[in-house]
């Protein structure tokens, strides 16, 4: 059986996350301009979960790989901001730097 790593899962988390945030960008106006309530219904559960997911995991590596305050406190905002968590994963979290620290 493959054995993920915690900072591999935070990763592909944090791309999920992202994408279901970026999707609301197509579900939002479905539902308020066309009346068509299920995409946003579905991909707001998606993220709701992915969101805490997130969170959990973010904790769990924070916690983990001993990540200092500032970065944690980085990963956690990263999720509240579009395309955020794209680049945490990819200026910080690709590189396995922080999985030492």
Known sequence: MYNMSLLKSFRYTA?????SYLLFGL???LKYMYDIL???FYVGMAHGLLFILYCILGL???IHY???FG???M???ASL???GTFYLEAKYLKKDEYANH
């Open 15 to 19: 791309i999920l996350e992202g994408i």
């Open 27 to 29: 579900t939002m106006p």
């Open 38 to 40: 299920e995409p946003n």
């Open 60 to 62: 769990s590596c924070a």
């Open 66 to 68: 001993k990540w200092k």
């Open 71 to 73: 970065f944690s406190v």
């Open 75 to 77: 990963a956690f905002l």
């Open 81 to 83: 901001i579009p395309f």
